[in-house]
Structures are given as structure tokens and as C-alpha cells.
């Protein structure tokens, strides 16, 4: 199966990028947006070269199992 050429990114797109990407995957970005995981990664990396704070935020796998699955409070290192 060929693959499909990738749409040009729009400057939509990149303020798309900006707003969901500490809580998206690249995959789910490029999935929801039509483009390639590779045009999501050139834009943040395009982005952070320019100065830009482009942070994943998401949480410890094991903190959350320890509060949400143990009830316990995870130590602070």
C-alpha cells in the first residue's frame, strides 16, 4: 500500500500544535489534523528553535497508579 503525500501545514495547524501538545501525542495531533507525525515534530522542533516553551506535561504512570489506584499521596523528591 503507497503511502499519501502529507498536506502542507497551515499556520492553523501550528497554533493547533502550540495549544495541544502537552496533552497529545504527536500521533493523535497529526491524526486529528490530516498531516504526518513527522510535520508535527518539525513544527515543535521549528518552534522551540525560535524560543518557544513546547513542553509535554503529562504525569508519572506510576504516580498516578500510586494516588488514584493505591490512595496514597507519591513521595516528593
Known amino acids: ?3 499519501s503525500k502529507s ?3 497551515t499556520v492553523e495547524d501550528v497554533r493547533y ?3 495541544n ?3 497529545m501525542t504527536a500521533g493523535e495531533i497529526a491524526e486529528e489534523l490530516g498531516i504526518s ?3 508535527v515534530s518539525k513544527i515543535v ?3 522551540r ?3 518557544v516553551d513546547l513542553q509535554k506535561r503529562r504525569e508519572n504512570p506510576i504516580e498516578v497508579f500510586i494516588r488514584e489506584d493505591l490512595k496514597l499521596e507519591p ?3
Open 45 to 47: 522542533t521549528e518552534l
Open 37 to 39: 507525525r513527522a510535520q
Open 75 to 77: 513521595k516528593v523528591q
Open 1 to 3: 500500500m503507497a503511502r
Open 49 to 51: 528553535k525560535a524560543g
Open 7 to 9: 498536506r502542507p501545514y
Open 17 to 19: 500544535i502550540y495549544n
Open 21 to 23: 501538545y502537552s496533552n
